[in-house]
Structure formats: structure tokens, C-alpha cells
T-cell receptor, first 113, second 115 residues
Framework: DTGVSQDPRHKITKRGQNVTFRCDPISEHNRLYWYRQTLGQGPEFLTYFQNEAQLEKSRLLSDRFSAERPKGSFSTLEIQRTEQGDSAMYLC???????????FGSGTQLSVL | AQTVTQSQPEMSVQEAETVTLSCTYDTSESDYYLFWYKQPPSRQMILVIRQEAYKQQNATENRFSVNFQKAAKSFSLKISDSQLGDAAMYFCAYSSGAGSYQLTFGKGTKLSVIP
């Protein structure tokens, strides 16, 4: 169990640029989740994969956001044409089953200038 | 939609003392899970304790225990013998039954431990 890893840890970008984050879940976990956390708030659900299938997307996930999980392994979250309101920490988590413990990564802190 | 409310934005406790963090939730479901997560300055969310709603017995994990009141929809966390390393943000979270994919978090309580 090497844990959930996320890359990069910090990302600073200019408004209008595209950014991509990567998440490597725990290898035997078939469920992968993306959450967003803004200052002073708890994490908010963005999207969920079971294996390579994206099964649910939150209303928070506008059409500028896209997530993939090719081959059911690592996942990427891309934000196109970033806006200042996208500044947040993006957390990835994985689990074996629903209702079970989620293992979180350390997040990617995005700052949009 | 389910909601989770943490009414204490900040709490403090003397080292070695006991502190209780409050959490209430709203749901119409009968099968669900409740969690307390800790987020230290390193930012990684760490599971502290998990409670299955169908279990009447309160969950315990070493110095951490919960008071689960299903009828009142209350789920408080008690930390005994507080240690400096307990200082962190604590989030209460709710998840529907076994097929659930989504956690709903409260806004968190910042716990400070005074030496």
C-alpha cells in the first residue's frame, strides 16, 4: 500500500490557460474520486470512476473540466480556459467499495492568477 | 439531499484533556455511513473513525470514540488524552449505503491543542 499520489503538488497558472493534474490511486482500488476543496470549506465531490468508467459527475464539473481514467489505473483531471474561481485544492481518493474508507492523496493546490 | 453541519468552526483543548467535536446531519435514508476525517497541515485527509448506521454500538479507535445518536441525527467525536499531533482540521462526512460513491462533508472544525 503505497498510498494515493497526486502530481503536481502545486500549480500556478494564468487565467485562460489549460492545466492537467494526475492521480495514481492505490493499485488494487477500482474506485477513484475527485473532490475540490476551497478555503474554509470541506471537500466537494466532483466525479467518480469505477475502473475506467466515469459513472457520475457533479454539477460543479462544468464543461471546461474533463476527467479520464484510461485502463482503470491512473486518472487525469483537466481544466480548460482556467478562471480565478477554479483556484482550489483538488483532491483525489480511491477505495475498494462504496461506503468503505476513502484513501486520499495530498492534493494539488491550484492558483489561477 | 443530505447535509452535514459542524457548528464549531474552532475548538481548543489542553494537552492530555478530552474534547468533543459536534456534527449533525440530515437524511431520509436508513442505511448510511458516517465518518470523521482529519486534515493536518500536510493536507492529506486521514480517516479517524467510521460508523455504520445500522450498528447501535458506538465506534472506537484508540483515543477516538463517537457518540452516535441516530434518532437525533447527531455524530460527535470525542478525543481523549489529547496530543499535540491531534491539532488539525476535522471533517464530519456522510455517505449513503454500500453502493454509494459520494461523501458529503461538513465545513470542518479547526482543533488546536495547547501544550
Amino acid at each position: 500500500d503505497t498510498g494515493v499520489s497526486q502530481d503536481p503538488r502545486h500549480k500556478i497558472t494564468k487565467r485562460g490557460q489549460n492545466v492537467t493534474f494526475r492521480c495514481d490511486p492505490i493499485s488494487e482500488h477500482n474506485r477513484l474520486y475527485w473532490y475540490r476543496q476551497t478555503l474554509g470549506q470541506g471537500p466537494e465531490f466532483l466525479t467518480y470512476f469505477q475502473n475506467e468508467a466515469q459513472l457520475e459527475k457533479s454539477r460543479l464539473l462544468s464543461d471546461r473540466f474533463s476527467a479520464e481514467r484510461p485502463k482503470g489505473s491512473f486518472s487525469t483531471l483537466e481544466i480548460q480556459r482556467t478562471e480565478q474561481g477554479d483556484s482550489a485544492m483538488y483532491l483525489c481518493a480511491s477505495s475498494l467499495r462504496g461506503g468503505e474508507k476513502l484513501f486520499f492523496g495530498s492534493g494539488t493546490q491550484l492558483s489561477v492568477l | 439531499a443530505q447535509t452535514v453541519t459542524q457548528s464549531q468552526p474552532e475548538m481548543s483543548v489542553q494537552e492530555a484533556e478530552t474534547v468533543t467535536l459536534s456534527c449533525t446531519y440530515d437524511t431520509s435514508e436508513s442505511d448510511y455511513y458516517l465518518f470523521w476525517y482529519k486534515q493536518p497541515p500536510s493536507r492529506q485527509m486521514i480517516l479517524v473513525i467510521r460508523q455504520e448506521a445500522y450498528k447501535q454500538q458506538n465506534a472506537t479507535e484508540n483515543r477516538f470514540s463517537v457518540n452516535f445518536q441516530k434518532a437525533a441525527k447527531s455524530f460527535s467525536l470525542k478525543i481523549s488524552d489529547s496530543q499535540l499531533g491531534d491539532a488539525a482540521m476535522y471533517f464530519c462526512a456522510y455517505s449513503s449505503g454500500a453502493g454509494s460513491y459520494q461523501l458529503t462533508f461538513g465545513k470542518g472544525t479547526k482543533l488546536s491543542v495547547i501544550p
